[in-house]
């Protein structure tokens, strides 16, 4: 049967209905499942029978949340973590083996750096960073024990594009997986698997629960992948809460009209900031000032909620800005019915150097906003008076 359109999917992708016709689905809050003799048993053990066991391998709200996202990127099969974090470490450890190798773009999430640089060489594996305006380098960059090349776009926190088709001809050519965290674009604004990934990792702590309640981090891709991936998971223990996948399950059927109305907000402020005197630099994807405007314009259906902009008078600046929000939250989540706006030079990305910092676009007055979706009246006259 053919897939029906993603807004429909989103809610009519359901788990089975149990004996009561319940119409929404229920939460099922248990560790474990019974079985209904020794046979039944030993075949739920072998690959003879798909079945819910125990939660820390799959449970019945996991699976509805998985396979939603699944139909929403146009991906096989998919896992659910605890967090997306644990969805980004699995996915590593799930797919790579002491000595292999990483190409990645420079900027990262703060903790995706840090695995990469802390974590992942105690297990003997190293990353190279391309510059995310210079893919032309990635080739280069590429070694014999390459084995995954990764990005996010749009980037956290400097709001950067990278043309996805191009990494996905490169990974093609050289045979290694394209990994891409689509957390920034949500799978309703960007399918990365149109343009060659061979897996998506989203952080659903962000618009996927949309109302900052609950963390939680999905892999979905090529099925013979995430095989490998849930089974380092279902023995290591990353697994996403039923409850957790309960919520979010819930949240994707609203997923859509929430998306929208952020990017409706979220050009209106960004357009407010452009014309500002105390803002020096507006980057949004789908502003025509945007340096990689063309390539956002190809692959995303709307230029999403993050806003990253430069005050006037670097780090004090950005601080002092700060200092005069009244109503927007400061805040270190994204993705919000609140509208957060953080100052990554001197909090999430304080630890790197200023060179670092540099080279992933993070200058000293760089400012992110999440927009919400609070009345943009409301949220332009606070940014202004603060900016004032
Ligand atoms: C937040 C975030 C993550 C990590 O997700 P958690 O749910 O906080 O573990 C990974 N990648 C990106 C782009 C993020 O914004």
């Not at 075949?43 to 449970?59: H, L, P, V």
């Not at 910092?357 to 008076?385: K, Y």
């Amino acid at each position: 049967m053919k897939d029906n359109h993603f807004e429909t999917e989103a809610i009519r992708t359901q788990t089975e209905r149990s004996q009561f016709l319940e119409h929404s689905t229920p939460l099922y809050l248990s560790s474990s499942f019974v079985f209904e003799d020794a046979e039944d048993m030993r075949a739920s053990f072998t690959e003879e029978k798909e079945r819910n066991i125990y939660s820390r391998f799959t449970n019945p709200n996991t699976s509805e949340f998985i396979d939603k996202v699944c139909k929403m990127e146009g991906a096989e099969s998919g896992y659910a973590f605890a967090t997306g974090m644990s969805a980004v470490f699995s996915t590593f450890a799930g797919l790579l083996s002491s000595g292999d190798h990483i190409v990645s773009a420079s900027s990262v999430f703060g903790s995706t750096h840090a695995l990469f640089t802390k974590f992942l060489p105690k297990w003997n594996i190293e990353t190279s960073y391309f510059n995310i305006n210079d893919v032309d380098a990635i080739e280069s960059l590429i070694q014999p024990n390459t084995k995954i090349l990764y990005a996010e776009s749009p980037t956290n926190p400097a709001v950067d594009i990278i043309d996805l088709e191009i990494l996905g001809k490169i990974a093609k050519k050289h045979n290694i997986l394209l990994v891409i965290d689509n957390c920034f674009a949500t799978p309703y604004l960007q399918n990365p698997i149109k343009f060659g990934a061979d897996i998506v990792i989203h952080s659903a702590t962000k618009l996927m629960d949309g109302q900052g309640r609950v963390l939680g981090g999905v892999a979905v891709g090529r099925a013979d992948l995430i095989r490998e991936i849930y089974l380092f998971s279902r023995n290591t223990g990353p697994a996403l809460s039923p409850f957790n996948a309960w919520v979010l399950s819930k949240s994707l059927e609203t997923l859509a009209v929430r998306v929208d109305k952020h990017c409706e907000n979220a050009l209106k402020v960004a357009a407010f900031l452009e014309g500002h005197e105390n803002v020096s630099l507006v980057k949004y994807p789908f502003l025509k000032s945007h340096p990689q405007y063309e390539i956002a314009k190809k692959q995303m259906k709307l230029g999403g909620n993050i806003i990253a902009f430069e005050v006037k008078g670097g780090v004090e600046g950005g601080r002092a800005f700060l200092n005069k929000i009244k109503l927007l939250s400061l805040s270190a989540n994204l993705g919000d019915t609140r509208t957060i706006v953080t100052h990554p030079a001197s909090t999430t990305h304080s630890k790197l150097s200023k060179e670092d910092r540099m080279e992933t676009g993070i200058t000293d007055g760089l400012v992110r906003i999440s927009v919400g979706l609070e009345h943009t009246d409301d949220i332009i006259s606070d940014l202004n008076q603060a900016l004032n």
